[in-house]
């Protein structure tokens, strides 16, 4: 059974697909919830703590799909390949996370200010809701990070900057396609897939699918 806090972003999400954030009253959203309005402000603090928490999840969410594509039994370039395309289909799926990759929010999505200092909260639920969400840069790096983690064990002696490059390369491709539709025959997944197979760096050559 999902907790209060869940019942309440999912309320919030619900929300926003039929109205622009500016447009989203917190106690509809208490209401939709099955909650009191007292609730939802103990949990979120205002409107912009429930705008934080609500793009926070969407970047959890879209970060899970990105450990489930590099947990798959399959080669590292594959693995990117399906990273690449879970990108894709999210940027796709969901504003939310295109805003997030992107850095494009407009006017109808709720796009919280980033905090440069800690909260000084003693309420715990007020200190989450006071963290501050990603920019592009930093969701493309945790992106980096995860796969280099997952896929440099396999390749021994590659330049760690090259593998960089080429797991960022993965996400950018991906969010290409959410941006200007694949229009040759092979579609997103063949290009991908050509893409990917013959990364950048002489160091990576050999070694993707050996």
Same mark, same amino acid.
């Given at each position: 059974?999902?907790?209060?806090?869940?019942?309440?972003?999912?309320?919030?999400?619900? &929300? !926003? $697909?039929?109205?622009?954030? #500016?447009?989203? %009253? =917190? *106690?509809?959203? +208490?209401?939709?919830?099955? @909650? /009191?309005?007292?609730?939802?402000?103990?949990?979120?603090?205002?409107?912009?703590?429930?705008?934080?928490?609500?793009?926070?999840?969407?970047?959890?969410?879209?970060?899970?799909?990105?450990?489930? &594509? !590099? $947990?798959?039994?399959?080669? #590292?370039?594959? %693995? =990117? *390949?399906?990273? +690449?395309?879970?990108?894709? @289909? /999210?940027?796709?799926?969901?504003?939310?996370?295109?805003?997030?990759?992107?850095?494009?929010?407009?006017?109808?999505?709720?796009?919280?200010?980033?905090?440069?200092?800690?909260?000084?909260?003693?309420?715990? $639920?007020?200190?989450?809701?006071?963290?501050?969400?990603?920019?592009?840069?930093?969701?493309?790096?945790? @992106?980096?990070?995860?796969?280099?983690?997952?896929?440099?064990?396999?390749?021994?002696?590659?330049?760690?900057?090259?593998?960089?490059?080429?797991?960022?390369?993965?996400?950018?491709?991906?969010?290409?396609?959410?941006?200007?539709?694949?229009?040759?025959?092979?579609?997103?997944?063949?290009?991908?897939?050509?893409?990917?197979?013959?990364?950048?760096?002489?160091?990576?050559?050999?070694?993707?699918?050996?």
């Amino acid at each position: 059974m999902p907790t209060a806090r869940e019942s309440l972003l999912d309320a919030a999400l619900s &929300a !926003l $697909a039929g109205l622009p954030w #500016p447009g989203v %009253r =917190m *106690v509809d959203v +208490a209401s939709r919830a099955g @909650v /009191s309005r007292q609730t939802l402000y103990n949990e979120f603090g205002s409107k912009e703590g429930l705008a934080r928490a609500l793009v926070r999840r969407e970047a959890d969410v879209y970060l899970r799909g990105v450990d489930r &594509a !590099l $947990a798959e039994p399959a080669g #590292p370039a594959e %693995r =990117m *390949v399906r990273v +690449a395309e879970w990108t894709l @289909v /999210s940027a796709r799926s969901s504003a939310l996370v295109r805003a997030l990759l992107t850095g494009g929010w407009s006017e109808r999505l709720p796009a919280p200010s980033a905090r440069t200092a800690p909260s000084v909260s003693a309420v715990p $639920a007020q200190r989450r809701a006071d963290a501050g969400v990603p920019d592009p840069a930093d969701l493309v790096a945790a @992106v980096r990070d995860r796969a280099l983690v997952a896929i440099g064990p396999q390749m021994p002696g590659t330049d760690p900057v090259e593998l960089g490059r080429y797991c960022e390369t993965a996400v950018r491709l991906g969010l290409s396609f959410a941006v200007a539709p694949a229009v040759r025959a092979e579609g997103h997944a063949g290009y991908l897939r050509a893409v990917l197979a013959g990364p950048p760096g002489r160091a990576l050559g050999q070694r993707l699918d050996g």
